[in-house]
């Protein structure tokens, strides 16, 4: 069994079967020794750019006890501070009530409680009495604290450890495989939150891997069946389908539907899906997917369809000012669909559309979390909806969404069981699972996957 296996050290073990304890999922012990071992010492992704477009913008990201204030503190910079004002420890920017976080507009920071006032760039500029201190609050006292912010793929990121590595050490290799992808050229097209009823990385770990597609989501089937990998990637990890033979310019995430007439079930597929994710695709894709059966004639071969399919949604949306990057299929293929950013983001890019996934807990209990999912997509020039954060009961989720929600509540209580001996992902196409729980384990000092 796996508490009497060897413990996994290696990334390259980990392309043998492994038990992962349960523990990191379940134990209240766990769960409080993460804020010190791991959420102050990862980089976090805090918001997008363009939440924050405008000088003296701002938006908040709370992670357990902390909470950190992100601002656009002149046109070109962004800053973070920690959410405290240093006279008697008040929170400087409340989180309105019901609200994931705070956002708005401010020409400086004043706390409510003694009216010590801040400018964009955290320094003091008003303390009523400040005589009274006999000259002490000098050298920053009366500052706010800094926290380590940059930026990378349209996203904010923050690290609460002064002696973090660069963010963009840190990201490696995933953002320089993601960067033809021009992420940060996108905008959100819905934005939700929930708080639920399981841990953070039992929710993560629903979308880490496409094993669970067939079962799970067996609707999707009916559409073709890929066989998807797992794969460690240092501190990361990425998933990705094995590309069908023949069809390498789909070799991503945009699949042609299997079947007798694939003009038809790549319309069915491309229908499906925007109506039960609402992600994956775009409007501009599913259109043209509607046409195919009176632009091609009947009995074109998959790959044709695929290739026709793709050029002219990429042909439509350049004529309205929507110019998807071009990828080379070998990236493609190496690049996957998703890529799991340690320790609470995933990001399932493509050229035109994304969908990302980030989960946070919910105070110390290890049987909550706060679970995230946005979907972007490229827009016209200054033609992205205006989106944020909204709060969704889980019955009002798409339905593919609520699939997952029915296994993340079922694998949290499952795993409290006293006869659950650990999970047993699989090696090739949960690796990603494994791979978290190697790494967790270097921030956590406990919880290595084992052999057996
Ligand atoms: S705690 Fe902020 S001014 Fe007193
Ligand atoms: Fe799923």
């Not at 089937?221 to 390498?248: C, K, T, V």
Request: net charge negative; aromatic share 12%.
């Amino acid at each position: 069994m796996g508490e009497t296996g060897k413990i996994v050290t290696a990334a390259e073990d980990l392309v043998a079967p492994v038990n992962v304890p349960a523990q990191a999922y379940i134990s209240p012990d766990y769960a409080r020794a993460e804020r010190d071992r791991l959420w102050r010492k990862v980089w976090l992704q805090a918001g997008r750019l363009e939440d924050i477009p405008e000088v003296g913008n701002y938006i908040t990201y709370d992670i357990l006890d902390d909470s950190v204030i992100v601002v656009r503190s002149s046109p070109s910079e962004i800053r973070a501070f920690h959410n405290v004002c240093p006279h008697r420890g008040r929170r400087l920017i409340d989180i309105p009530p019901g609200k994931r976080s705070a956002r708005g507009t401010r020409p400086n920071f004043v706390c409510g409680y003694h009216g010590w006032t801040f400018d964009l760039e955290g320094t003091n500029t008003y303390i009523e009495h400040q005589e009274d201190w006999q000259g002490r609050l000098c050298d920053g006292l009366a500052d706010l604290g800094k926290v380590k912010v940059d930026t990378w793929g349209g996203w904010i990121w923050i690290n609460l450890d002064p002696e973090a590595m660069p963010l963009a050490e840190y990201l490696h290799p995933a953002a320089e495989m993601l960067e033809p992808y021009q992420l940060h050229n996108m905008r959100p097209r819905w934005r939700k939150w929930v708080v639920f009823e399981c841990n953070w990385k039992v929710a993560m770990e629903a979308f880490f891997e496409t094993y669970h597609v067939s079962t799970t989501h067996s609707e999707f089937m009916e559409f073709g069946q890929f066989r998807g990998w797992a794969r460690n990637q240092g501190l990361h990890s990425n998933i990705g389908y094995d590309a069908p033979a023949g069809q390498e310019e789909d070799s991503g995430k945009l699949r042609i539907g299997a079947g007798e007439d694939p003009r038809l079930t790549t319309a069915e597929m491309q229908n499906f899906t925007w109506e039960n994710a609402n992600t994956n695709t775009t409007m501009t894709l599913v259109s043209v997917a509607n046409r195919l059966k009176d632009e091609l004639p009947e009995g074109t071969p998959a790959a044709e369809v695929s290739a026709y399919w793709l050029k002219t949604a990429r042909e439509e949306d350049a004529a309205r000012g929507v110019v998807w990057p071009t990828v080379d299929p070998r990236h493609t293929a190496k690049a996957g669909t998703a890529w799991q950013i340690f320790p609470n983001f995933q990001i399932g890019h493509a050229v035109n559309n994304m969908l990302c996934y980030q989960a946070r807990p919910f105070g110390a209990d290890p049987d909550k979390c706060i679970f995230e999912a946005a979907v972007y997509e490229l827009y016209p020039e200054s033609e992205a909806p205006e989106t944020d954060w909204e709060y969704t009961e889980p019955q009002d989720w798409p339905p593919v969404l609520q699939q997952d929600f029915a296994n993340m509540a079922a694998v949290q209580q499952g795993m409290k069981n006293v006869g659950f001996r650990g999970a047993q992902p699989n090696p090739y196409a949960e690796r990603s699972v494994a791979s978290f729980h190697l790494n967790l384990a270097r921030f956590m000092g406990i919880g290595n996957p084992t052999t057996y």
